[in-house]
Structure formats: structure tokens, C-alpha cells
């Protein structure tokens, strides 16, 4: 089954900096990967999410890369600031498979000091 | 719309006792998905339903089961509770059961004595 492998666990930057996590999966067949973003005693919030027909997706000061070839994807943010620190997942899934779960990366906590 | 909502927010129990949880989806989405998440763990799926059909299910024991009524709303259950389940239970609403955006309930926190 799949199996995606998240990086790093902590990541603490300066405001205004620009913050990367990376995910690896194992699947050749899934093609969706969202980003959630949790924040602490909160749901875990969608932020953005791309399919493996596309190789970069961008939302402001977010965006996020897929590399079909390598098996990863990754999470870019810019500017970060203080409301940006929150635990973020990555997840992969196969899209119409009959196993289509999202499977989920163990997470990133991310820390930007004022 | 209004979004995912699920009841209790919090329940204590004991080792032994069962435990059921409830989970209403968002108005329109016919798909839902639990998941536990733990701090060692992550989140990890349970089970999902889509028109009253479990489509797909994790690696949890028989001890987890769930349902889905035919407004979409969903319960899960856990019976003989072991100090390990505690942890937060989330459900997860999509409009399809194909791979569509999945939009998360504030979750259940479970705390097993």
C-alpha cells in the first residue's frame, strides 16, 4: 500500500523567511496530494492540494511542487509569518482507485519567530 | 454551508466500556471518512463510507466499526476500549468518494481510564 514519508518533523524559521517541507510517497498511482494545515486544538484545514496532471500549484504565499518522476512533493511558503505556525500534513491518494484513502505524512510542526 | 460537525467534542471512559461517535457531514457531501490521530501515530485511516457503503477500510481492529445512515450522517463505534484508543477522532466529509476534496469536523477527543 502507500506509504509517504514526511520532512522535516520541526521547522523553525524567522518571520519573512520562506518555509519548504517535503513529502515522498510510494505509489506510483496516486494522483491527488493535498496540504492541511493544523493548528493547535483545530481541525486540520485544507490549504492547498494538487493532481499529477500538474507540476506546480501556487496561492499567494503558498505553493506547492509535484515531481511525478521522483515520487515527491513539496510544500513552499513565503513570507512567512507569525499565523503560519501550525503542524502541517501532507497525504497522497489514488484518485478514483479502489483503495483511495488519503494516506497522511506524519506531519511538519512549524514555528516562524517574530 | 455549514461545515463538518461531530458529537461529543470530548468523552472520558473506561478500559472495557464501548463508545459511540457521530459524525454529520456537510450539506450535499455523500462521502465520509474517520480517521484517528495520535501523537506518535499521526492520522491514520479508519474507515470510509460512501451511500451507506463502507468503501475502503485501514488496518484497525474488529473492535472499530462504523455506519452511515442514508441523510449521510455517519457513527463510528469502539467497543471493548483499551487505554490506547485515546486520542482525537476526526471524520472527514467529500462530496464524491473518488479522491474529492476531503473537509475535516472539529473531531472527538477520547480519553480512555
Known amino acids: 500500500g502507500e506509504n509517504v514519508e514526511q520532512h522535516p518533523s520541526t521547522l523553525s524559521v524567522q518571520e519573512g523567511d520562506s518555509a519548504v517541507i517535503k513529502c515522498t510517497y510510494s505509489d506510483s498511482a496516486s494522483n491527488y496530494f493535498p496540504w492541511y494545515k493544523q493548528e493547535l486544538g483545530k481541525r486540520p484545514q485544507l490549504i492547498i492540494d494538487?493532481?499529477?496532471?500538474?507540476g506546480e500549484k501556487k496561492d499567494q504565499r503558498i505553493a506547492v511542487t509535484l515531481n511525478k518522476t521522483a515520487k515527491h512533493f513539496s510544500l513552499h511558503i513565503t513570507e512567512t509569518q507569525p499565523e503560519d505556525s501550525a503542524v502541517y500534513f501532507c497525504a497522497a491518494r489514488n484518485y478514483g482507485g479502489s483503495q483511495g484513502n488519503l494516506i497522511f505524512g506524519k506531519g511538519t510542526k512549524l514555528s516562524v519567530k517574530p | 454551508k455549514a461545515g463538518v460537525t461531530q458529537t461529543p467534542r470530548y468523552l472520558i471512559k473506561t478500559r472495557g466500556q464501548q463508545v459511540t461517535l457521530s459524525c454529520s457531514p456537510i450539506s450535499g457531501h455523500r462521502s465520509v471518512s474517520w480517521y484517528q490521530q495520535t501523537p506518535g501515530q499521526g492520522l491514520q485511516f479508519l474507515f470510509e463510507?460512501?451511500?451507506?457503503?463502507?468503501?475502503n477500510k485501514g488496518n484497525f481492529p474488529g473492535r472499530f466499526s462504523g455506519r452511515q445512515f442514508s441523510n449521510s450522517r455517519s457513527e463510528m463505534n469502539v467497543s471493548t476500549l483499551e487505554l490506547g484508543d485515546s486520542a482525537l477522532y476526526l471524520c472527514?466529509?467529500?462530496?464524491?468518494?473518488?479522491?474529492?476534496?476531503?473537509?475535516f469536523g472539529p473531531g472527538t477527543r477520547l480519553l480512555v481510564l
Open positions: 494538487i493532481r499529477s496532471n500538474v
Open positions: 463510507y460512501f451511500s451507506e457503503t463502507q468503501r
Open positions: 472527514a466529509s467529500s462530496l464524491r468518494s473518488d479522491g474529492e476534496t476531503q473537509y
